[in-house]
């Protein structure tokens, strides 16, 4: 089966997915006759709701592709394929400066987003300094990443047990939920991810040297330390960016590589695009997930794509004793 083959069904199932995503809610679920109705022209109640309903979509979907790209990408350059795009510390950051925000009394979404994107890189600046006195190996950028990952939860911990009446809002963002981000950060966002994809697929036959080593790779003149940095750098500015619009998600920058591998092999070009696409599904899917079990309440995100993806990786790793070959 080639490639083109491989991937249509997941290209169907994600359209059917934002057609879906579009239809269904807590308030009124629409047959496809009706939304095709509306996005003609129809109630301005139901435009409102649709509208809202596209740019949650569009939240969802590029939350699962950035996740997928960025799990892809650091699973390569570490060498690690269980390497999980928040290993670089940002989800950590992006969480703590977000609590800070709310603990100074700050209502503003805007500003407690900002700060989160803010958060998140300035983790990142933190952790590769670490990693670099240590030659920013492998090994350093995970050891340094996991310690400081630690440290910022335990501080994160604390604030939380501070916040009182909040603290229910806290949690709800920390378990990841795409139903109240502004417009304005869905698209910077979206710009922000679209912009490192392009990087990363400029430098995808770097990435698939280094299936044959670091010392093959640059013996084919392939500087591993710098593409290590300008990689670690985008993947966590995808993170600050996604982390900013949903707050943390868990499992989808595993499960999507992992079941990519499965499917096509090695090869990072077809990688990053089937990842693409089944991170874009298992983002959109879970979302929607949540706005039917959830009965009008907003479940957090991660709940579902753990659900989802933990037995997922269990049945991959079984199934395939290869899945694991970066």
Not at 144 to 170: D, K
Not at 252 to 263: D, E, T, V, Y
Not at 280 to 305: A, K, Q, W, Y
């Amino acid at each position: 089966m080639g490639f083109t083959s491989k991937i249509l069904f997941p290209i169907i199932f994600l359209l059917i997915l934002f057609i879906l995503s579009l239809s269904i809610g807590s308030y009124k679920v629409y047959n496809p006759v009706e939304l095709a109705s509306i996005l003609l022209g129809g109630d301005s109640i139901d435009k409102a709701i649709i509208h809202y309903r596209f740019w949650r979509t569009i939240s969802a979907l590029i939350v699962g592709l950035g996740l997928a790209i960025s799990g892809l990408t650091i699973q390569r350059i570490l060498n690690n394929p269980l390497a999980d795009p928040y290993i670089l510390g940002v989800s950590s950051g992006s969480a703590l400066a977000y609590l800070i925000v709310l603990t100074l009394g700050y209502n503003n979404l805007l500003l407690w987003h900002v700060a989160s994107f803010t958060g998140g890189l300035a983790t990142y600046a933190l952790v590769v300094s670490i990693a670099t006195l240590y030659g920013l190996s492998s090994l350093s950028i995970i050891v340094a990443g996991v310690s400081i990952t630690y440290l910022l939860t335990g501080i994160t911990v604390i604030i939380i047990s501070t916040l009182g009446p909040q603290v229910p809002f806290a949690l709800g963002w920390l378990f990841g939920s795409v139903a109240f981000t502004p417009r304005d950060i869905i698209i910077t966002s979206t710009l922000i991810v679209s912009f490192s994809l392009v990087i990363i697929a400029y430098y995808r036959g770097y990435l698939t040297s280094l299936l044959l080593g670091e010392e093959v790779s640059e013996a084919h003149g392939v500087n591993v330390r710098l593409l290590r940095l300008i990689l670690s750098a985008l993947v966590a500015l995808i993170v600050s960016a996604l982390v900013a619009v949903s707050g943390p998600v868990g499992f989808i920058g595993l499960a999507a590589p992992w079941l990519s591998r499965f499917i096509v092999g090695a090869d990072f070009t077809r990688l990053l695009i089937l990842s693409a696409i089944i991170g874009s599904c298992i983002g959109l899917g879970s979302d929607i997930v949540v706005r039917i079990i959830g009965g009008g309440v907003e479940l957090p995100l991660t709940s579902i794509t753990s659900i989802i993806g933990a037995p997922l990786l269990v049945y991959l790793s079984i199934k395939s004793r290869s899945v694991g070959r970066l």
